[in-house]
């Protein structure tokens, strides 16, 4: 199985990219002290240990006299004369230190086997420590530490990492550590915090974001490698001479990043990689990058083959894989989820008399009024009716709508290509032509499809996505939250959840929703559930930026009564005049005639989802005199028994008037002659 198809690797690493992961981490600690401690440091390390002050981190690399690094740590300044020093390989660090002490007043004690390192690593990590520890950490700063305690346990707390993302790594006595993880582990639930123990802590996670173990620096130098930005010049220090002339000859060798053509090849480090058969370097690091679905790495070129862009070739396994060269890092080169800035809080009242007693605020909603749930008009070989799509458009934009859904339920998005959706997509914004808002429904069942979906609803200039939870296979709540929270930060529309428990099987808590509602991106929920769930909603969310609008007729205009921002479903396809006017009867006060329509509106419902849906709806509109054609099999089609019912209840409700019922009657025979002929050619 090839890294791209590893389900439980790439698990592992979303769970750092979207969440919370806990996992032990533990790697070499020496303790250095002694009146010298700083001044031998300094003398070891690249990087100005001596502009560290106490509670402050540093990363840096250790040469030898031949200016190759030998090993790269983390330094922790406790006071002048007391610093931590973090290796991956103690042993050979601590041989160095004793051979270069010469008679500095300074000692190293190993603390590796007494105390444990363990990360909390990703973008609820600082809610979660937050929930826990004793003293307040919430605005600490990168590469700082401090003391604190976790269930009544010290522990030494560093805002530090190996995975580009908000991360914290704790220091703590060996023998309490387990107490310490199960506080962990308990918080986290509420963020869906969970352990991992795969190697994607130093694989794929780390290679996205650029950053070096071993195999990429052992024997190079710094400024090969892209780090002459932690060589402090004016110092001295081991191996300093050597890379002064590295400096003013210029480097001979390059790191750079690469993505692989083919990415189901897991390519092998140390390959040789080749210009026109030509050996020009070898790959230090591979691997498949899950947050960017690329297969990318590192290699250690001649400096005149490392050029961005340049199209080279890795040998490995037996075969040749084409890849192309580039900036080495993949992930966030802007560095804006490393540095993760915290709001000091959402202020939402103008007044703060009001807020003290309690009277309620809203935030502005970005999503209001009446959206129809659009059908799919087909051809009769089943294929898009891209004609038709835009008279649907068009009839709700005369109708008064304030936008359309495309391609959800109602518009059989289960039975669609991912690129007949897109061309849906495209068609709709197309014919709207800005007088409406379009949604486009993105929902899927993975992530890279839904993403994929999301990207092209952006390109073609569609106002929102909505996205419904992934339901085969089905997932949980805690996987659900993680899915919108990765969509809404990737997505450029703002995002909407399509909240549809008897669609999904997963119901997701007011609690969750409240969480999501407080996401940038995050716009609104389209809640197919009933009234009680839909007013918990809104009383959880009113005063956040966050639009609930009923995806259920029949509770429309409960929703609006309750303080919803409005309805987008079915029955705005089926009547869209009549929606409009509920809606507006309401706003304008005028509660009996709002009560009177949406009467009607029930009405009419019931025989549409009396019937075999989606048939129903296409009838409903073919009934009207619009050509919708059938929904895709095996889908059940409407008879004519059925056609006449949808028929009588329109003009029963108003919605088809005795004028028009003559004219659709005329249009509804011409439709139905071409339907019979529909059916007499597929069944021969």
Known sequence: MSKKNDFARRLDHEQIRNRVAIYDFTLGLMEIKGEDARAFLEGMCVNDIGRLVPGQVTYTSMLNEQAQMIDDVTVYCFHDEKFWVISAFKNDTLRWFNEHRTNCAVSFEDLSEEIVLWAIQGPDSRRLLASCLVQDMTDMKYYTFMENQVGGVPVILSRTGFTGE?????????TRIDRIVETLLKAGKKYGGRLIESDVTMESV?????????????????????????????????GKKALEKVKKAGI???LMGFVAEDDEIDIENESPVKVKGKVVGKVTTANYGYTVEKSIGYC????????????????TGGQEVAITLCNRVFYDAERTRVNAVQSVGN???ESTRDFL?????SSPKEITGVYAAMPTPMLRDESLDVKNIAVQVNRCIENGLDGILVGGNSGEFPSLSIEERKLLFKTAVDAAAGKLKIVACCGANTTKWTKDLCSYAG???ADYVLVMTPYDPATTEEGALAFYKEIARFSKPGVMIYHYPDATNVTMSTESIAELAREKNIVGIKNVADLTSTVAIINATRHQSFSVLSGLDEVFLGTMACGGEGFMGVGASVAPALCREIYDAYQAGEVKRAQECHRKLCKIMEVVFGLPFPGSLKASVEVQGYECGHARRPSATVDRAGRRQLHNILVQT???????????????????????????EVNG
């Not at 620096?217 to 220090?237: A, Q, T, Y």
């Not at 961005?308 to 890795?314: I, L, S, W």
């Open 654 to 680: 108003g919605v088809i008037g005795s004028r028009q019922s003559a004219t659709v009657d005329c249009d509804g025979r011409k439709l139905l002659k071409n339907m019979l002929a529909e059916v007499v």
């Open 166 to 174: 908000l991360g914290f790594e704790i220091f703590a006595d060996k």
């Open 300 to 315: 250690l070129l001649d400096v005149k083959a490392a050029e961005p862009d340049a199209k080279v070739v890795v040998e």
């Open 252 to 254: 001979t060798r390059k």
């Open 357 to 361: 007693e309690n009277r309620t605020v």
């Open 206 to 238: 780390p290679t996205e974001k650029g950053l070096v173990t071993v195999r990429d620096f052992r024997g190079n130098n710094p400024l090969e490698l892209g780090m002459g930005w932690s060589v402090k010049w004016d110092k001295d220090f081991i």
């Open 459 to 461: 390109e073609v200039g």
């Open 347 to 349: 202020l939402t009242f």
